[in-house]
């Protein structure tokens, strides 16, 4: 493989499209607003910069920076080998990108999805392909991150698995392969049982949050605590995924805590609104437990 294109230019697609830069890929990435890419493309420069400086690239800045091409146009997918979409976290939004990328690309390509919580399955469904489509799960922020999970539904070609988890490996990162396509794959399957536990024995006046962070580290060897960690990721965004978990398998996941809940519609949403479990400075600073 040497082209990848990225669909959706945020957060995540900015980070999949610096990794793919850095490990030699020549990568197109697409968003439907021109400003998105601009942000993205500062926000890359800023990271390559960083790494340069601390000696963690293997070609100048501008060198890597130079292998992103940007667009707004879904026709420049035509000559990829793979694409990996990392649009909002919206099934219509997702299934509509796919149909319209199964349109444009090679009839050999490969989608993949970086959804957090939209079952692959449904997502291959809406290729005239599935055999080519499949979950490439990165974790945030991308650079510095090394988990990526590799999910394929059913219908999903060994090929493609094989492709993907030795993409997976070439862009640093370690491929976990998800053998069924369960609602939360593995990793967010377990911090969200993990987690809404942790809320819900605050909730109950059971530890404090920051006993409960702390323990986990002291006693787990965890580098910081869950509610620390959905502080981070955010609390609207980890609310989400735990329903999505919930309402996809309620036998096996709860429902979100009602704790959890109430911070979201309050507006605290942690480490980016300056208040969840913790208050926090503008830089990202953790202060004192808020509650
Ligand atoms: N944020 C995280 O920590 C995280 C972690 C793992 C996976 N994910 C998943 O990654 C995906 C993207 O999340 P994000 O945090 O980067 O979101 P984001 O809101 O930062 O970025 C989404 C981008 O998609 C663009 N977009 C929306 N519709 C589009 C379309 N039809 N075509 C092209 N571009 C379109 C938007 O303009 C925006 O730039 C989601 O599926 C999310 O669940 C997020």
């Given at each position: 493989m040497k082209r990848i294109a990225i669909i959706g230019a945020g957060f995540m697609g900015s980070g999949i499209a610096q990794v793919c830069a850095q490990?030699?890929?020549?990568?197109?990435?697409?968003?439907?607003?021109?400003?998105?890419?601009?942000?993205?493309?500062n926000a890359i420069a800023w990271s390559l910069n960083k790494l340069e400086n601390k000696e963690q690239l293997d070609a100048p800045s501008k060198v890597?920076?130079?292998?992103?091409?940007?667009?707004?146009?879904?026709?420049?997918?035509?000559?990829?080998?793979?694409?990996?979409?990392?649009?909002?976290?919206?099934?219509?939004?997702?299934l509509n990108a796919i149909r319209a990328l199964d349109t444009l690309c090679r009839s050999d390509a490969i989608i993949g999805s970086n959804t957090s919580t939209i079952p692959i399955t449904q997502l291959a469904a809406a290729s005239q392909h599935p055999e080519?489509?499949?979950?490439?799960?990165?974790?945030?922020?991308?650079?510095?991150?090394?988990?990526?999970?590799?999910?394929?539904?059913?219908?999903?070609?060994?090929?493609?698995?094989?492709?993907?988890?030795?993409?997976?490996?070439?862009?640093?990162?370690?491929?976990?392969?998800?053998?069924?396509?369960?609602?939360?794959?593995?990793?967010?399957?377990i911090f969200g049982a993990m987690t809404c536990?942790?809320?819900?024995?605050?909730?109950?006046?059971?530890?404090?949050?920051e006993d409960i962070d702390q323990g986990m580290c002291d006693g787990f060897n965890f580098r910081v605590g869950p509610l620390c960690i959905a502080d981070l990721a955010g609390l609207d965004i980890a609310l989400n995924a735990f329903q999505v978990m919930h309402d996809l398998d309620p036998s096996r996941m709860p429902a979100?805590?009602?704790?959890?809940?109430?911070?979201?519609?309050?507006?605290?949403?942690?480490?980016?609104?300056?208040?969840?479990f913790y208050r926090w400075e503008k830089n990202g600073r953790r202060l004192s437990p808020a509650f």
């Open positions: 490990a030699d890929y020549s990568v197109t990435l697409v968003d439907i607003a021109e400003d998105r890419l601009e942000f993205a493309r890597v920076a130079d292998r992103i091409q940007t667009s707004t146009e879904y026709e420049v997918v035509g000559d990829a080998d793979l694409i990996i979409e990392a649009v909002y976290e919206n099934r219509d939004t997702k080519r489509v499949i979950g490439i799960h990165f974790f945030g922020p991308v650079p510095l991150m090394r988990l990526v999970e590799i999910t394929p539904a059913p219908t999903t070609s060994q090929t493609v698995i094989d492709t993907v988890m030795a993409f997976g490996r070439a862009v640093g990162k370690n491929p976990v392969l998800v053998k069924k396509d369960i609602p939360g794959f593995l990793m967010n399957r536990e942790a809320i819900r024995l605050v909730e109950d006046g059971v530890g404090s949050i979100p805590p009602a704790l959890l809940a109430r911070m979201v519609a309050e507006g605290k949403l942690g480490a980016k609104s300056g208040e969840g």
